[in-house]
């Protein structure tokens, strides 16, 4: 029998978030983000979780509201999407810049104008250069894993910055599924109180967020940097810490379906890996030698074991739920960084789809790996409506 | 004082050319109140002789800034708070134009609060319809700026606890030219007090009240749009030349509608016309 209850998506994030005990949770309704919140909101009033809940009057005042309480001390839980999330984008940068151990999740969904309330990842894929740890979800169970993981790295006192959790929109939070999330026991065990290294306090006063000239600033970047790179043994580390106390695999740095004895592998984030397995079941009963590496943690860039796991690939199919407007993909870009002055030189292909809240079904997927297979493609879109696709504007 | 035109009846005003119908139906939920708000600003249009090629609706996010995509006029959606700096570029740039900016409480009064009261300030000659249903309707219920005291919402199970704006009084302190506040229970009024803000030099601001009975309305015992427009009956007060500091709307109790500020101040743009007069002047001595 599956372990769990069935709840919807945005109710069992919303219980893990109480789960990790934060003691300050600030959000501004967007949607598809406003279901988690508000079951949040009901769990707090509920007197469920011990914690202030203020429902502040735009996202730049969340997340700032999450910078005050974590340089307070206190352990902070924020949630957006889309225009949100952009609207936080200052705030974020400082939150990273100021070493604070925020944890949100960003339910992902495409960015204005037109506006489209439907998921892809352009969202999180704008702040990757942020300086947050970016974890990417493909359930609702794998979403509330990451998210208990997610505050044991933020805090762990070798690593002390931001983590995003990034969970498909609608895909995830508005369906139902089993979960299976812990007691608050082996929750707290696994997750002690955050014991912060700095913080505002009357009794040893400090300053954060100061300026820093030309003589400093370019160091705090560095250490940075730095410190992300770190931080990548400590992801793999905290997941093989949670597989061994959950007794449920959690897959650290990426997934590795059928990856091994693959010629062909695709590589991905997200919800859409469950479709991305179906196609390659279907393939791999055909005979074909498809795997898939499913991307979890996209920054910190896990450069060193992508290119351990990638190396004997002859086609890598990157397909992804982003564009670099006027480049390529941003996850394709990263994937063929790897490979640059190495031995291994598998071609890279890029793949957009799913657009804006478009399907992307299991022939879309072969289409792309067929594709893949004859020649290079740069970043081709995968289901473009045939109407639109002009004369000289190949599609 | 504004240049009306004589009242338009009912059967008489043609709406629908003034809407998208290919657009039709449109989104908003049965007893609504946003549609008959729309309908009286557009009979305003008509009764406020102004020319519908020269009026330009604006409006953020939210149930009320669909309104931008049903109107037969230049009309922009906005992202969320944004319709005012929207506007005022607009406005800036073709000075000719009748800038409306229609949009909800939530987007208006809170992630575009501080667009409101500096757009107020500048007297900056535009006309806001704001929508106001005392919480997020579109993103589903939630507590925002106007929610009363005691109000329940999706994230105010058990009643608010944070004290609301009175829109009114905020308007008034913050520089606007014009404030008044009606509910859709009053289109005649409304329709008047629309055509009156759209003629008006400077910021004008229109404060209507609209059930939700959607989110709003269940959630405070008026499941109904017609429940909370028989609460806008019987609460209603009208009464012209209040002080909008007695204009706060709680969960009971009277809710002031009428005029609150009707005064003359020079707009941004009779300042900066000033100052250019006088450079200019200078200038050629
Ligand atoms: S949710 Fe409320 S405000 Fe929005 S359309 Fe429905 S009734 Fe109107």
Same mark, same amino acid.
């Given at each position: ?27 501004? /309704? ?83 104008? /037109?506006?489209?309330? @439907? ?12 300086? @947050? ?99 990548? /043994? ?162 | ?13 043609? &709406? ?41 609706? &604006? ?32 406005? %800036? ?17 809170? &992630? ?18 704001? &929508? ?6 579109? *993103? ?42 009606? *509910? ?34 269940? %959630? ?7 429940? *909370? ?37 020079? *707009? ?18």
């Amino acid at each position: 029998m599956v372990k769990g209850r069935m709840l919807q998506g945005a109710r069992a994030m919303a219980e893990m978030v109480a789960l990790c005990r934060p003691k300050v949770i600030s959000a501004y /309704p967007i949607t598809p983000q406003t279901l988690i919140v508000e079951e949040l909101s009901q769990i707090v009033a509920d007197g469920d979780l011990e914690a202030e809940f203020i429902n502040v009057e735009g996202e730049h005042s969340a997340a700032s509201v999450c910078l005050g309480a974590c340089a307070a001390g206190a352990r902070v839980f924020t949630c957006s999407s889309s225009q949100g999330i952009l609207l936080m984008s200052e705030v974020i940068f400082n939150i990273s810049g100021m070493r604070l151990p925020v944890v949100m999740i960003c339910v992902n969904r495409s960015v204005s104008a /037109p506006l489209n309330i @439907w998921n892809d990842q352009q969202d999180s894929m704008i702040l990757r250069d942020s300086g @947050w740890i970016q974890l990417y979800a493909e359930n609702n169970q794998e979403t509330c894993d990451l998210l208990l993981q997610a505050y044991r790295i933020a805090e762990d006192h070798r690593v002390m910055l931001p983590v995003m959790v990034c969970a498909d929109g609608y895909v995830l939070p508005h369906a139902y599924e089993i979960v299976d999330l812990p007691d608050q026991e082996k929750a707290d065990a696994f997750l002690p109180f955050y014991e912060p290294i700095y913080k505002l306090d009357v009794e040893n006063p400090s300053t954060m967020g100061a300026y820093a000239d030309p003589e400093k600033y370019m160091e705090t970047r560095y250490m940075i940097q730095e410190t992300l790179k770190k931080s990548i /043994p400590i992801v793999e580390e905290v997941a093989r810490d949670f597989s061994n106390t959950f007794a449920r695999p959690s897959y650290g740095l990426f997934e590795n379906y059928h990856v091994d004895d693959s010629s062909t592998v695709v590589v991905a984030l997200g919800s859409m890996a469950g479709t991305i397995k179906d196609a390659i079941d279907e393939l791999r009963t055909e005979g074909e030698k498809v795997g898939l590496l499913r991307m979890i943690c996209y920054r910190p860039f896990p450069k060193e074991a992508l290119y351990e796991a990638l190396r004997n690939a002859v086609n890598i199919v990157v397909i992804e739920k982003d564009i670099s407007l006027g480049a390529s993909g941003a996850v394709a870009t990263d994937m063929r960084a790897i490979f640059q002055g190495r031995d291994a030189s598998p071609r890279i292909s890029g793949f957009v789809i799913g657009l804006g809240g478009r399907d992307v079904t299991i022939d879309d997927i072969k289409l792309a790996i067929k594709k893949a297979q004859q020649q290079f493609e740069d970043a081709d879109f995968i289901g473009l409506k045939e109407e639109l696709e002009l004369e000289g504007i190949d599609a | 004082m504004t240049s009306t035109k004589t009242p338009v009846t009912l059967e008489e005003s043609n &709406i629908e050319s003034f809407l998208r119908m290919d657009r039709m139906p449109h989104i908003w939920c049965a007893g609504c109140g946003i549609g008959t708000a729309v309908g009286c600003f557009a009979r305003a249009v008509e009764r406020a002789g102004l020319d519908p090629d020269k009026v330009s609706l &604006i409006s953020g996010i939210g149930c009320a800034g669909r309104a931008a995509g049903y109107v037969k006029l230049d009309s922009f959606h906005t992202t969320h708070g944004r319709a005012l700096p929207f506007a005022t570029g607009l406005k %800036l740039g073709n000075p000719e134009l009748n800038v409306v900016v229609f949009s909800g409480d939530g987007d208006l009064l809170a &992630i575009g609060g501080n667009h409101l009261i500096h757009s107020a300030r500048r007297n900056i000659d535009l006309t806001v319809i704001c &929508i106001n249903n005392f919480n997020y309707g579109m *993103t589903g219920g939630q507590m925002g700026p106007t929610t009363p005291i005691d109000a329940r919402t999706t994230t105010t199970p058990y009643g608010n606890v944070e004290y609301p704006f009175n829109a009114p009084y905020l308007l008034a302190a913050s520089g606007a030219t014009y404030v008044s506040r009606w *509910t859709v229970m009053h289109p005649r009024e409304l329709e008047r007090s629309i055509a009156e803000a759209l003629v008006k030099p400077g910021f004008s601001f229109v404060e209507v009240l609209s059930p939700c009975p959607a989110l709003y309305g269940r %959630l405070n015992k008026e499941s109904k749009g017609l429940d *909370t427009m028989h609460t806008y009956l019987k609460r209603s007060v009208i009464r012209n030349g209040a002080d909008p500091k007695d204009a706060e709307i709680g969960l009971n109790g009277p809710i002031l509608v009428g005029k609150y500020v009707d005064i003359e101040r020079p *707009t941004l743009w009779d300042c900066c016309k000033q100052v250019f007069d006088r450079v200019k002047e200078k200038k050629s001595k």
